[in-house]
């Protein structure tokens, strides 16, 4: 009893200081957002005039939005194109168990080890040549493609998982393989789909490094890949970029504030099943 004491006491420590060392940035961001503009703040130090205006200044520079509305735009092509694409892809490698499929197995697997830094080169010149450089496009297509390997290996964990009998008594009702799929498995795979939905909007929303490298346009980025952008002018202003930071990093906040347990679902899941 005394060890599980210890134990119960050590996790919550670790945990608390775990917490600290995670919101401690965002406080200090929050706090030097709020200085005169201008101004070099002195650590966690809460400014005698809070400037809260500065939200609404860091907001018309950064041209918050069309920034909104780029980034609304990439989520939206994204996300629903490669739930399409990876879960019709895992229904027929882990359900239907099409010639090859230990082979596409292994090269999605192949796929989860390529860093999005190691191919930013080759795409940088594949859209030059493609001609669609500095367009949303250039953000789009690169994403379904990078996503493919993490939801495929996700969703296939879930129609792997699915007992045979419910497709051995569809197939003797006469069903085919997109009843299969369409009338049955698919509503049974709600849960993984809207957790994976989840997850790549928020990876989307903020999406960096491709964003910075193939987007010349600010207005075309994602939020955060604007913030590059906002950075390199206004990188002397410090309470103005973090007021811009702020404000970009508020939307994803949102999201995991609504669907918190949605996402742990989505963990927890992805780390038992497969």
């Known amino acids: 009893m005394r060890v599980g004491r210890m134990e119960l006491v050590t996790g919550r420590t670790f945990l608390i200081v775990l917490m600290a060392i995670t919101i401690l940035p965002f406080i200090s961001i929050f706090v030097t957002a709020l200085h005169p503009s201008g101004t070099v703040p002195n650590g966690l130090e809460w400014p005698a005039d809070p400037q809260w205006g500065n939200f609404v200044e860091a907001f018309k520079v950064a041209n918050m939005t069309a920034l909104l509305g780029s980034s609304v735009y990439i989520v939206i092509a994204v996300v629903p194109i490669s739930l399409v694409i990876s879960t019709m892809a895992a229904f027929a490698i882990g359900l239907l168990r099409i010639p090859g499929s230990q082979v596409l197995l292994f090269l999605f697997v192949f796929g989860l080890t390529l860093p999005f830094g190691g191919i930013i080169v080759p795409l940088y010149y594949l859209e030059r040549a493609m001609g669609i450089y500095n367009t949303r496009l250039a953000i789009v297509l690169p994403l ?56 790549m909007s928020v990876w989307t929303w903020n999406q960096f490094l491709l964003a910075l490298v193939l987007v010349e346009d600010p207005t075309q980025r994602t939020m955060a890949g604007a913030l590059g952008a906002f950075q390199g002018h206004y990188a002397t202003n410090v309470p103005l970029l973090c007021a811009g930071t702020i404000l970009i990093l508020m939307p994803t906040l949102v999201v995991f504030v609504l669907f918190q347990r949605q996402i742990i679902t989505a963990l927890i899941q992805g780390s038992v099943k497969g």
């Open 144 to 199: 379904i493609g990078l996503y493919m390997p993490f939801a495929v290996f996700w969703m296939r964990a879930h129609f792997v998982n699915m007992p045979g009998e419910i497709s051995e008594a569809a197939r003797v009702d006469g069903a085919t393989a997109w009843d299969l799929f369409w009338r049955i498995h698919l509503p049974l795979a709600r849960a993984p789909i809207a957790s994976l939905g989840i997850l």
